[in-house]
């Protein structure tokens, strides 16, 4: 031991070595300060690593137990997926205030962020985007009904305007044989018509009085033809339906019968 003992005397407690101790020491004061404030981060760094790590190993277990809930098990669809999602956030917000004690002003500071994340993402966000959705839904059946009663209007315009056309090619063909068959009638029959053109076709051959006196003829027979062939054409009664009459009647009831299914039933019943 004495041996070990002058050794170290005779290597470490030299004069020449007296400086460097000098300087270890100076040293060793000076970074005092120093060491304190590297000691006091790292103990704050750790005590932040200790403070999450406590805290998430909580939220997690906390986690696990939501996930275990019998009364969450039994929800289904958009229900289950609610609840899972405001779990995310109420979890956290309970185990740091069942901790307030513990992690202090930092838990606090965490749980407003947490409470601030649950109000905004946890109940505002599924909420906005809920009434979005049915706003939605409700915009979209409202253009499609805009659009369908645009869609009957314009049929039904385009109907009444068919409608008129018919009606008008009808008195293009039946005002003619409507008179035709006045003129048969003042002049007792086809007899009397064709006596009374041979007759006015002689005296304006003598007295000159038209220069359309065949032209007109020709009219009288075409309208003739027209009047009986038309009778005689129509055995079940098809062309009788073309008649103006006829065409108002059934424009009239396809009206109704739009204007009817127009309405709402349920405006109806009201």
């Known amino acids: ?16 070595l007296l400086p460097a101790y000098v300087g270890a020491v100076a040293a060793w004061v000076i970074t005092t300060p120093v060491r304190r404030v590297v000691w006091a981060f790292l103990w704050q760094v750790w005590r932040v690593v200790r403070l ?3 805290m998430w190993i909580e939220i997690v277990a906390r986690y696990q137990d939501v996930l275990q809930n019998r009364e969450l098990r039994q929800l289904r669809g958009p229900a289950y997926a609610y609840a899972l999602w405001s779990a995310v956030f109420a979890v956290p917000v309970q185990v740091l205030r069942d901790g307030e004690v513990e992690y202090g002003r930092y838990g606090r500071m965490h749980r407003s962020w947490w ?34 009663l645009t869609g009957r209007r314009v049929f039904a315009k385009l109907h009444g305007v068919g409608w008129l056309l018919l009606l ?17 009638f003042s002049l007792c029959g086809t007899v009397g018509v064709v ?6 076709n002689a005296l304006n051959y003598l007295l000159k009085w038209i220069s359309l006196g065949l032209e007109a003829t020709v009219s ?34 396809a009206s109704c019968g739009m204007l009817m299914t127009a309405i709402d039933p349920r405006r109806l019943a009201c």
């Open 220 to 253: 009288i027979g075409c309208l003739r033809l027209l009047t009986h062939g038309w009778r005689l054409g129509d055995g079940d009664d098809r062309l009788q339906k073309m008649a103006p009459h006829h065409l108002l009647g059934n424009a009239w009831k």
């Open 195 to 200: 006596a009374v053109v041979v007759a006015l």
């Open 115 to 148: 409470v601030a994340g649950q109000v905004t993402f946890g109940e505002y966000g599924p909420e906005l985007l809920v009434r979005s959705a049915r706003s939605i839904g409700r915009y979209g059946r409202a253009a499609g009904e805009a659009c369908l």
């Open 168 to 184: 008008l090619l009808s008195l293009t063909i039946h005002i003619p044989m409507a008179l035709y068959d006045l003129l048969e």
């Open 52 to 54: 999450n790590g406590g």
């Open 1 to 16: 031991m004495d041996d070990v003992l002058d050794l170290v005397v005779r290597e470490y407690a030299r004069v020449e």
